[in-house]
Structure formats: structure tokens, C-alpha cells
């Protein structure tokens, strides 16, 4: 069946801008995550989902990161005001649900900040 | 602060001989450990997990887990230049988050 998708693959943007992000997790799986890799570091957990409701917001770095979930389905994380710092690659994963399961990453979404 | 610890290798090892992966965790509550393989330029993938004492086999995989010593490991049998990957660990926490290690680089050579 079909994996987690997620669009874009890549996006430059301009310092100051704002960007939107894509996930649409595996059919059927409530929980949903979002990760952060900057490059040639391991991942960085952002963001959990169970539903359309986010139990856990401890990893977004900052008030700039924002994250929703609708229809228990597809999430958006947006970064307004974006930063060099920010340049990363964006993974979102899925797992059957918030508990003690397997997670599946999506391709991820490759940001670079200029 | 939790923490998963691996060596960031490289680990290298001839073509058909066991490469060993090892992974630490300072969370005594993370009761779930799961591997990753991860390709230069692509995503994680799932290739193991293991949520009890003892050993996990997969085909060519065994993962291994202790958890008095908080120790992981993951063993590849006969392993082929196409295992040659970073090998992530994690630990999932008590609110089923991953914590994630850098990663153990591993080169198989021909």
C-alpha cells in the first residue's frame, strides 16, 4: 500500500518568509509525527499527533514552528519568519497508533533557508 | 535529558563477515527500541524493533536488548556492500516519541 507522503520534496525560500509543509500519513494510521534532521546530525523530534489533537509539543524550537492536523489525516507544519537555522530536512513519520508501535518516515521535505 | 548514545563509526567490515551496532539509552522507562537504516540522501527506514529482553531475529538482522545494562544491539549476518548505510537507534519514550542516536556509519567493502 501506499507510505507516507510528503510535499515538497524541496523548497529554497528567503529568509523572512513563510513555508508550509506537507505529510499524509499511511491510510488508517492515527498517530503522526514530525522530525527534523539537519545535515549529518540525527533526528530531532518536533511534534506527535494522535487524532487531529498534539499531545506532545515540546520539541518545536521555537513560537516561529506551528503544526496542524485535520480530519485525522494530512498534517501541515508551518515556520513563519524562516532562518538559515531553520535549513533542514523535514521528516514526517506514521504509526497505527500512539502507542508502543512502529513508526514509518516519509521521504521527507528539504529546506533550505537562503 | 534523555539520551541514546552510538559510536559514529565509520565501522567497517569485509563482505560476508557480522557487523556489530551498539546503542545505549539513559531512559530506564523507554521500553520500545526500534533500528534505522538511512541511506545517504533518503529516509529512515524501519528494519527492526524489539520490546523484550533478549534476542529479535530477521533474517540476516538480530536485534539484541538488555535493559539492566540500558544496552541495544544489532547484528547483520553475512553483510553485503548494500548494508552499507547510517544505522540510527531509538528509544521510544514514555510519550511514544522516538529519541533518536546520531547514528553508526557502516561500509561494507567488496
Known amino acids: 500500500g501506499a507510505g507516507v507522503s510528503q510535499s515538497p520534496s524541496n523548497k529554497v525560500t528567503e529568509k523572512g518568509k513563510d513555508v508550509e509543509l506537507r505529510c499524509d500519513p499511511i491510510?488508517?494510521?492515527?498517530?503522526l509525527y514530525w522530525y527534523r534532521q539537519s545535515l549529518g546530525q540525527g533526528l530531532e523530534f518536533l511534534i506527535y499527533?494522535?487524532?487531529?489533537?498534539?499531545?506532545?509539543k515540546s520539541g518545536l524550537p521555537s513560537d516561529r514552528f506551528s503544526a496542524e492536523r485535520t480530519g485525522g489525516s494530512v498534517s501541515t507544519l508551518t515556520i513563519q519568519r524562516t532562518q538559515q537555522e531553520d535549513s533542514a530536512v523535514y521528516l514526517c513519520a506514521s504509526s497505527l497508533s500512539g502507542q508502543a508501535n512502529e513508526q514509518y518516515f516519509g521521504p521527507g521535505t528539504r529546506l533550505t533557508v537562503t | 535529558q534523555k539520551e541514546v548514545e552510538q559510536n559514529s563509526g565509520p565501522l567497517s567490515v569485509p563482505e560476508g563477515a557480522i557487523a556489530s551496532l551498539n546503542c545505549t539509552y539513559s531512559d530506564r522507562g523507554s521500553q520500545s527500541f526500534f533500528w534505522y537504516r538511512q541511506y545517504s540522501g533518503k529516509s529512515p527506514e524501519l528494519i527492526m524493533f524489539i520490546y523484550s529482553n533478549g534476542d529479535k531475529e530477521d533474517g540476516r538482522f538480530t536485534a539484541q536488548l538488555n535493559k539492566a545494562s540500558q544496552y541495544v544491539s544489532l547484528l547483520i549476518r553475512d553483510s553485503q556492500p548494500s548494508d552499507s548505510a547510517t544505522y540510527l537507534c531509538a528509544a521510544m519514550d514514555s510519550s511514544y516519541k522516538l529519541i533518536f542516536g546520531s547514528g553508526t556509519r557502516l561500509l561494507v567493502r567488496p
Open positions: 499527533f494522535q487524532g487531529n489533537s498534539a499531545p506532545d
Open positions: 491510510s488508517g494510521h492515527t498517530a
